[in-house]
């Protein structure tokens, strides 16, 4: 069984400070991990995905994520802070590269204050 | 990147009516898809998983007489809501899994008054 833990289910920062999204995952397995982001209303959008090939990840619009087997751990960061980042993200694993279904977190709301 | 829609993306519907929401992959092939189910602010449960030209697989807890899921090729999946209530007010989003990754709708957000 997998399982995905989103440690802050809301996260205030202010604009051009760093971000800081933490999830931590229980697998017997090597999983797949991915980040979404979710603007309100909206579907969600990949931001990246790890699949057991280098464990920093970059992704799109700034975000970056580092998988660590040892703290079992894939924490979503960003160095700056930007409005256009305030939404829901979601950390999510799969048994595979993703084609199979995904086991979300409880997401994390990103508030960016100017 | 691949596409994947959802009609309606929003729906208001009465007690006791059935709504049905398609999915489909816009310029691949779905061998899988997958339907979710998110209450407000929480994350998203996966409620079925269905394959082309088989039956959808549930998860526990699901009522599958509720939530029918046809997958009658490779680019539609249809979620159909039975005898709405209430309760079954939510989002829902539906994603297609190609070759090598899933793809996420737009969701749906059904109301039933």
């Known amino acids: 069984a997998q399982s995905v833990t989103q440690l802050d289910s809301h996260v205030s920062v202010s604009e051009g400070t760093p971000v800081l999204l933490r999830c931590n995952y229980s697998s017997s397995y090597s999983p797949s991990l991915f980040w979404y982001v979710q603007h309100p209303n909206k579907g969600l959008q990949l931001l990246l995905k790890y699949t057991s090939a280098a464990t920093l990840v970059k992704g799109i619009n700034g975000f970056e994520a580092e998988f660590k087997k040892s703290e079992t751990s894939f924490h979503l960061t960003k160095p700056s802070a930007h409005m256009s980042d305030a939404a829901e993200y979601f950390c999510?694993?799969?048994?595979?590269?993703?084609?199979?279904?995904?086991?979300f977190g409880s997401g994390t709301r990103l508030q960016v204050q100017p | 990147g691949a596409v994947v829609s959802q009609h309606p993306s929003r729906v208001i519907c009465k007690s006791g009516t059935s709504v049905k929401i398609e999915c489909r992959s816009l310029d691949f092939q779905a061998t899988t898809m997958f339907w979710y189910r998110q209450f407000p602010k929480k994350s998203l449960m996966l409620m079925a998983t269905s394959n082309e030209g088989s039956k959808a697989t549930y998860e526990q807890g699901v009522e599958k007489d509720k939530f029918l899921i046809n997958h009658a090729s490779l680019t539609l999946s249809t979620l159909t809501v039975t005898s709405a209530h209430p309760e079954d007010s939510s989002f829902y989003i539906c994603s297609a899994s190609g070759t090598s990754e899933q793809y996420f709708g737009p969701g749906t957000r059904l109301t039933v008054t």
């Open positions: 999510a694993s799969s048994m595979d590269t993703g084609r199979r279904a995904l086991t």
